[in-house]
C-alpha cells in the first residue's frame, strides 16, 4: 500500500509543502490540529504526519497516542519562527527507546561541554 504524507500546521509553515505532493492541512488552533491529527491517523492512509513544533508541544498528550504504533510516524518540525528544540528532543527520546543509549547526540553533547568548560 502506497501511504501519503501529511502536515499540519499554520498556513506560513504548511504551504511550501503542497509544492512536494504533501497533503497539507492548515489549521489555526490547538483543537482544529488535535482533530485533523486524528482524522488522519484513523483514516489509516498516512505514513507519516509532520506536526509542527508550535502545536507539537501543545498536543503531547495526544501524539502520545500514537508512540507506540508502527503508523503513522508523527514528527515534529520547527515552526516558521524557528526550532524550539522539542522535536529534536523527541526524536532523542525515540533513538533512546529504539535502542536503549543516545546514539545521535551522545558526541555533540561531549563537544558542547568541553566547548563550555574551555570558556
Known sequence: ????????????????????????????SVSEATKELHSMARSQEY??????????EKMEEETAKYRDLPLPAIISIPAPGGSSGYGMNNLRQAVERAVGADILFKNNESAQTENEERK
Open 1 to 28: 500500500m502506497n501511504y501519503k504524507i501529511g502536515i499540519i500546521g499554520n498556513r506560513d509553515a504548511v504551504l511550501g509543502f503542497m509544492a512536494l505532493g504533501f497533503s497539507v492541512h492548515e489549521v489555526s
Open 47 to 56: 505514513g507519516v504526519i509532520f506536526l509542527t513544533e508550535d502545536y507539537a
